[in-house]
T-cell receptor
C-alpha cells in the first residue's frame, strides 16, 4: 500500500456521461498530481494542485477539471466522455511542490467508456 | 512531440546478468531525471533519480548514468533478479516551473531464469 488512495478502482460508463475520480494523498503530502495512461500514449501529466491551489497544468482537456479540497483530497471530473477517454487515471502525491525524489502513485482508476 | 523517448518497448535478460534500459530526451531544460518501475495493477514506484549536474547515481543494484551531451540516460540493474520483471518508465522534470513529470512510454523488462 503506497499510502495514496484512489477510488473507485474500476468505472464503466457510457459516452456523454460525467464521472468523478477521487484521490486521497499520502499523509503529510501537500501536492497532488493527476496522470492519464492510455494504451498508446504512456503516462501523460494532466494537472497538479499544491495545498489547495492549482500549480501546473499539462495536457488536460477542457472537458476535464480538478480541484483539491481543504482536507487535501482531490477530485478529477471528466465530462462529456468519449471512447478515447478510456484509460488508467493515476493520482500521485508529494510533500512539496516538486521533488527530485519522485512522488508516490496510487494504484489507479481504470475508466472504460462504452 | 515526445520529449522523453524509450525506444525499446521490451527487453529480455537472463537472471544474474546486467539489464540496461535506455532513454533519450530532447529538452535541455530538464533539471532531473527519474526512473519508475511498474507492476501490473499497481501504480508506478519511484526507483532512482539523477540531477542534471551529475553523471552517475548509484543505489544498490541500480545505477543511472546521464550523458548530457548526447541527451541520453540509462538504468543499469546488476545483477538482474526475477522480481525486476516489470515495466520501467524514464521521466524528466523541470524547465518552465511546472512540476509535472514527462514520461517515456516504458520498457517492459523480462528477466528469464
Amino acid at each position: 500500500d503506497s499510502g495514496v488512495t484512489q477510488t473507485p478502482k474500476h468505472l464503466i460508463t457510457a459516452t456523454g456521461q460525467r464521472v468523478t475520480l477521487r484521490c486521497s494523498p499520502r499523509s503529510g503530502d501537500l501536492s497532488v498530481y493527476w496522470y492519464q495512461q492510455s494504451l498508446d500514449q504512456g503516462l501523460q501529466f494532466l494537472i497538479q494542485y499544491y495545498n489547495g491551489e492549482e500549480r501546473a497544468k499539462g495536457n488536460i482537456l477542457e472537458r476535464f477539471s480538478a480541484q483539491q479540497f481543504p482536507d487535501l483530497h482531490s477530485e478529477l471530473n471528466l465530462s462529456s466522455l468519449e471512447l478515447g477517454d478510456s484509460a488508467l487515471y493515476f493520482c500521485a502525491s508529494s510533500v512539496g511542490a516538486g521533488t527530485m525524489y519522485g512522488y508516490t502513485f496510487g494504484s489507479g482508476t481504470r475508466l472504460t467508456v462504452v | 512531440d515526445q520529449q522523453v523517448k524509450q525506444n525499446s518497448p521490451s527487453l529480455s535478460v537472463q537472471e544474474g546478468r546486467i539489464s540496461i534500459l535506455n532513454c533519450d530526451y530532447t529538452n535541455s531544460m530538464f533539471d532531473y531525471f527519474l526512473w519508475y518501475k511498474k507492476y501490473p495493477a499497481e501504480g508506478p514506484t519511484f526507483l532512482i533519480s539523477i540531477s542534471s549536474i551529475k553523471d552517475k547515481n548509484e543505489d544498490g543494484r541500480f545505477t543511472v548514468f546521464l550523458n548530457k551531451s548526447a541527451k541520453h540516460l540509462s538504468l543499469h540493474i546488476v545483477p538482474s533478479q526475477p522480481g525486476d520483471s516489470a515495466v520501467y518508465f524514464c521521466a524528466a522534470n523541470g524547465g518552465g516551473g511546472a512540476d509535472g513529470l514527462t514520461f517515456g512510454k516504458g520498457t517492459h523488462l523480462i528477466i528469464q531464469p
